[in-house]
């Protein structure tokens, strides 16, 4: 493309900040990154901001390049056809290429007086509301921590590791994504930290009042602060813009990252859904797909054929208060497999990821093109065969109906 190109990407998470610092390896592209906020959240502690270790906040200074302009300013419309996006503050911005990098937040919740009592930790503001609201409440005070997902889990950990007398509702099993040694694992430092862990069925929260938690197996729980952790949603833009998106809202893209509707929009970070098969919402993903859409970028504007995603790593890992963690590797086809870490261990390896993040963010921003990770030799076999199996399954599950009709 001749001239000057400009890239607009909305959304200042880490998926964000990676694609907007790669992008500035060419003199010829000029990038602006769109973000409600000031600085970057650093996600991966706001359970530490909850417990009062950490204020989960990264200066753009120490981690954006020079040369990308911030606007503190939320993105209300994007117009395809226009290519612009509509500003709440700032009128309207043009742009050659759109990288939609919204991220995730809090799910909505149908139960009854989920949203009125309940405090929801899944982004910044929601985490600094319930502070104040823990630091109010008596030591004794009897704490519910709802989801037993990675969230939950550190919340609960860290909670209880402070002197809160804590109980970690389930709805299931506790830490659905662990393998079960390192399930075993977690509930052994859970029950020497003093959390109460309820799981198994029946454990599903039916109501939430200003007190206590209900369960469906009939149970109330006494619950003075109730902590809500159950699940992520991201934004509506994509859906309201008119662009395809996913059932969740993710907008919907091909391998490359590059929408369905219009080449010149992309997706990264939780808020993508490449081929209806995105990779799981979390840190680890996020970098590497912001990586992964500005080499799309990059290798459009090189008269180039972009690459298609891989990932050849997969794992989670889990602080379990100050002094203890688990790391649980997986496979590529990101399930838990039997190998982790845990104890002292695990919580230097989750210190040193959450450490890392940043890290990566300020060398690209410093030595645009330095990322790797996302170019790891491996996966993209297995991305092809999840691809595969997934379209097999969607055409079995349309040919049922076809065929129960023709059968009638």
Known sequence: MAGNTHVVVIGGGYAGVMAANRLTLRDDVTVTLINPRPDLVHRVRLHQLVGGSDDAIIAYQDVLAEGVRLMVDSVTRIDAAERSVTLTADGTLDYDYLIYAVGSGSAGSSVPGAAEFAYPIATLEEAQRLRPVLDAAAATAPVTVVGAGPAGIETAAELAEAGRRVTLVCGGVLGPYLHTRGR????????????????????????VTRDAVR??????????????????????????????????????????LTSVDDARVLAAGDSAAPSGLPLRMSCLNASPLGARAADTVLSRLA???????????????????????????????????????????GARVKELVCEGIPKHLAKEAHKPGSFKLHRMPGGVAKRQQLLRTDRADRADRTEAPAAADRAV
């Open 184 to 207: 075993r694992s977690v509930a052994k430092r859970l029950a020497k930290l003093g959390v109460t862990v309820i799981d198994g069925s029946g454990t599903m929260v039916t109501a």
């Open 215 to 256: 369960l469906a197996d009939g149970r109330e729980l006494p619950s003075e602060v109730t902590v809500w952790t159950v699940g992520f949603g991201v934004p509506d833009l994509a859906a309201r813009s008119g662009l395809s998106t996913d059932a969740v809202g993710r907008l919907l893209t091909d391998e490359t």
């Open 303 to 345: 008269g180039e054929q972009p690459e298609d995603l891989h990932q050849s790593m997969y794992a989670q890992c889990i602080s379990l208060g100050r002094s203890a963690g688990i790391y649980q590797f997986a496979n590529r086809s990101d399930v838990a497999v039997g190998l982790h870490i845990d104890d002292g261990l």
